[in-house]
T-cell receptor
Framework: DQQVKQNSPSLSVQEGRISILNCDYTNSMFDYFLWYKKYPAEGPTFLISISSIKDKNEDGRFTVFLNKSAKHLSLHIVPSQPGDSAVYFCAASRYSSASKIIFGSGTRLSIRP | DAGVIQSPRHEVTEMGQEVTLRCKPISGHDYLFWYRQTMMRGLELLIYFNNNVPIDDSGMPEDRFSAKMPNASFSTLKIQPSEPRDSAVYFC??????????????FGSGTQLSVL
């Protein structure tokens, strides 16, 4: 039973345009959400997070939106750059120190020139 | 800080052999996680520790898998006996907690395991 789902295995976007990556979750107890970025042969690195008390968090070109009623979050990258080509993982947790972080299956983003 | 260090980077072994993966977390981090990445299931949480104590091992596939954390600077994940379906990239991650709240995870570069 996958509690965090990324239904698009891959996405291709033209350089300079907006990239939108989507994520759905099923566990209503989750209240903290994260996005990680992974390059080949490297471990995932933290990108941005959001707690359930917010519906938007922005950091430079990256914005995460949270829709609690739909149990859906999305990551927007504007403008997309070649260095953004990577696998993006969505993750969810409870905002407490003793809980596990559950990851989705990832979306491979390719930025084309 | 060198980050989370995993060894070996690559491991090729034959079915039935014992495999031991190693991890050194970032100094001062009190949480340590083992994840496995496969094409089908993405990043699966296998087990995690807090202050060297296993908190949740419900993700460990079966009794062939075991993990230990004898001290704050070292953890191992052992597979005995290994099977071809264990082939995957295994990641170790650590995180600090501040004021009782766990911060984000820092991942190692992973161990690519191939069981022939």
């Amino acid at each position: 039973d996958q509690q965090v789902k990324q239904n698009s295995p891959s996405l291709s976007v033209q350089e300079g345009r907006i990239s939108i990556l989507n994520c759905d979750y099923t566990n209503s107890m989750f209240d903290y959400f994260l996005w990680y970025k992974k390059y080949p042969a490297e471990g995932p690195t933290f990108l941005i997070s959001i707690s359930s008390i917010k519906d938007k968090n922005e950091d430079g070109r990256f914005t995460v939106f949270l829709n609690k009623s739909a149990k859906h979050l999305s990551l927007h990258i504007v403008p997309s750059q070649p260095g953004d080509s990577a696998v993006y993982f969505c993750a969810a947790s409870r905002y407490s120190s003793a809980s596990k972080i559950i990851f989705g299956s990832g979306t491979r983003l390719s930025i084309r020139p | 800080d060198a980050g989370v260090i995993q060894s070996p980077r690559h491991e090729v072994t034959e079915m039935g052999q014992e495999v031991t993966l190693r991890c050194k977390p970032i100094s001062g981090h009190d949480y340590l996680f083992w994840y496995r990445q496969t094409m089908m299931r993405g990043l699966e949480l296998l087990i995690y520790f807090n202050n060297n104590v296993p908190i949740d091992d419900s993700g460990m596939p079966e009794d062939r898998f075991s993990a230990k954390m004898p001290n704050a600077s070292f953890s191992t994940l052992k597979i005995q006996p290994s099977e071809p379906r264990d082939s995957a990239v295994y990641f170790c991650a650590s995180s600090p907690s501040v004021g009782g709240v766990r911060e984000k995870l820092f991942f190692g570069s992973g161990t690519q395991l191939s069981v022939l």
